[in-house]
């Protein structure tokens, strides 16, 4: 008989954000992407089940943060505004956790700043994002998806000891920027992940991008998916160079899975699936969506293509859509 090939666990998460990255601090506007991706997924969820022949988790980041509090009056304001809809998705069975921007207001400038640079203001947006969510839900969050996929090793120890068990910033692959959007304010710069590990890990206190070495930690780092693009060998240099970026051991997972863009042969997203899963000895997925891809329309057909070549793959049977905790502990049965 043919062996058995082991379910892959996919993470699908989606960061709950207002539509407008500078928010109106003069208007409580709706967040009309959210709603639209509300609809979105209750429309999909069926049709995961029906193809995967098991229950569709979903999961959750909400903006309850300092940017949200200001404008809206109350950090849990997502929460309480859409109480119906995050009752819902706990029916379901879905996690729901933190996405916390470190946005602080300039007076003087009448815009956001973006004050990565200042580790006592992140740490103040995290916290106040936690209180929040245990205010809202009566009880620890236990999930992190910090925004623009930033990170850095003291914001991870931190949520730590709040009691984060889960983190999902980290994207393999993506290089270091100054800042995602060349229009707004930022201090500080986006973090590199060339050399992180491609599986879940305990990260080091003294480095969150390497592995902790015999020191005990609560929580786990879940990278999101990484594929590999086809350079050929008319491109000698660009695959040196990324070769000697990600290095040999990662070389089959150097380019981030993102949904929002477009993905035209030789690396259709197809292919980058099937590269990504070849390179993994027990494989996962784990893909983000923002909650605005509904109110932009380029936005809408990369994720919705996306989305269905993930669910026309041929390993589609094996698909186990799941909550953080429940794609590890599939991990860990696997081994």
């Known amino acids: 008989m043919p062996p058995t090939l082991s379910p892959i666990p996919v993470i699908f998460c989606v960061d709950v954000e207002p539509d407008l990255r500078q928010v109106n601090r003069g208007a409580r ?3 009309t992407g959210y709603e639209f991706t509300q609809r ?15 229950p569709a988790h979903f999961s959750w980041f909400l903006r309850m943060d300092p940017q949200v509090a200001d404008p809206y009056g109350s950090a849990t304001w997502v929460a309480d505004t859409y109480r119906a809809h995050m009752d819902e998705i706990q029916r379901e069975g879905d996690e729901i956790g933190v996405h916390p921007h470190p946005y602080r207001w300039l007076e003087n400038e009448r815009a956001w700043l973006q004050d990565f640079g200042d580790q006592a203001w992140v740490d103040h947006c995290l916290r106040v994002s936690l209180e929040a969510f245990a205010a809202a839900f009566g009880r620890p969050c236990l999930s992190l998806r ?14 730590e000891r709040l009691g984060i068990r889960f983190d999902l910033t980290v994207e393999p692959g ?3 920027l100054p800042t995602l959007m060349d229009d707004e304010r930022t201090s500080g710069s986006l973090p590199g992940y060339r050399r992180v590990p491609r599986v879940p890990f305990a990260p080091s206190p003294a480095d969150f991008q390497r592995r902790a070495r015999g020191e005990r930690r609560d929580i786990r780092l ?10 050929g060998m008319r491109h000698p240099r660009r695959y040196l160079r990324r070769l000697w970026q990600n290095g040999v051991r990662h070389r089959g997972q150097d380019t981030p899975l993102s949904m929002w863009r477009s993905w035209p042969a030789p690396d259709t997203f197809d292919r980058m699936l099937d590269r990504a899963v070849a390179a993994q000895r027990r494989p ?7 909650s605005d891809f509904g109110v932009r329309p380029h936005l809408l057909q990369a994720v919705d293509a996306c989305v269905n070549v993930l669910l026309a793959h041929p390993a589609r049977s094996r698909y186990r859509f799941s909550t953080p905790a429940e794609a590890l502990a599939a991990l860990e049965a696997a081994r």
Do not use: C, K
Not at 146 to 159: E, I, P
């Open 146 to 159: 910090f925004g623009d996929r930033w990170l850095n090793t003291q914001t991870v120890n931190l949520a």
């Open 40 to 54: 979105y997924l209750r429309d999909l969820r069926p049709r995961i089940e029906a193809l995967t022949g098991g």
């Open 174 to 176: 993506a290089p270091p």
């Open 284 to 290: 996962y997925l784990a893909f983000a969506i923002r």
């Open 29 to 31: 506007e709706p967040w």
């Open 222 to 231: 879940i990278p999101l998916t990484s594929g590999h693009l086809r350079l």
